[in-house]
């Protein structure tokens, strides 16, 4: 923020933003005046620095948020990569049921380089609430395994998390979803750039998998929660709780 105010701050930016038909410019602000009115003695963006490019040059061509499916997410899921992990990962699953089991293990020395970590059950309903990831993600980051763990979850992420990161994986573990049937071992391939994720076992292995498969009991079995995690929607629904 403090090199964005070098260069002129929000103001330029946002100027910059309407000259490109970016933002409405008719839109009227606390200060009385449509947001053009409000730019009309800012200055224009200068491109003799380094912190904001044109939009002819940006960073890279294809924006870092991307909606991924497959047969691990059927009905989406949100990854974060900005290309400089790299586009395409594979690797085999070690999959836990919670947050505090996967921290557990890190702490134990048991998460790999090559490994696709799995924390499942943290979902809207599993959480309940879908809990925000970033602990596991700090420390993958912190011990240096950023470039060679990836990290897969029912549940979601926040702008301060980052590396090779899969969130939002619809439908959740705890509805049964796919994520849910997945087991240490099993081969997944992430690929950004076909926007797809999937483990490979068979459509007769997921079927034989299902059918052994028991859901969990809900962490809530009373109360406010209760009555959320019976209600709430999926994440691929935006979550809601009053249809």
């Known amino acids: ?35 053009a009115e409000n730019m009309d003695d800012v200055p224009d963006l ?9 939009l002819s040059n940006p960073i890279k061509s294809t924006g870092h948020i991307q909606i991924l499916r497959g047969n691990l997410a059927p009905e989406g899921s949100v990854a974060k990569i900005t290309g ?3 586009l395409i990962f594979e690797g085999v699953a070690k999959v836990f ?13 048991e998460i790999k380089k090559g490994q696709v970590i799995i924390i499942r ?19 993958i980051m912190g011990a240096g395994l950023g470039d060679d763990v990836a990290l897969l979850t029912d549940g979601r ?3 301060g998390s980052h590396g090779f990161i899969i969130g939002h994986i619809t439908p959740e573990a705890q509805a049964g979803g796919p994520i849910a049937l997945v087991c240490d071992g099993d081969r997944i391939s992430i690929d950004a750039t076909n926007r797809a994720i999937n483990v490979d076992i068979t459509k007769e292995e997921f079927v034989k998998r299902r059918a052994e498969w028991t859901p969990p009991p809900y962490r809530a079995t009373r109360g406010t929660l209760y009555k959320y995690i019976k209600n709430v929607k999926s994440a691929t629904d935006g979550c809601v709780t009053d249809e």
């Open 97 to 109: 049921d919670s947050e505090e089991l996967m921290l557990s293990a890190f702490e134990k020395g």
């Open 157 to 159: 992420f926040s702008g």
């Open 1 to 35: 923020m403090e090199d964005l105010c070098k260069i002129g701050g929000v103001p330029v930016l946002l100027r910059y933003l309407l000259q490109n038909n970016l933002v409405h410019g008719d839109t009227l602000t606390v200060t009385g005046k449509t947001l």
């Open 121 to 139: 059950y943290e979902g809207p309903k599993g959480g309940p609430g879908m809990p925000e990831m970033l602990t596991p993600t700090s420390a």
């Open 84 to 86: 400089k992990e790299g």
């Open 46 to 54: 200068a491109f003799d620095q380094d912190i904001i490019r044109p």
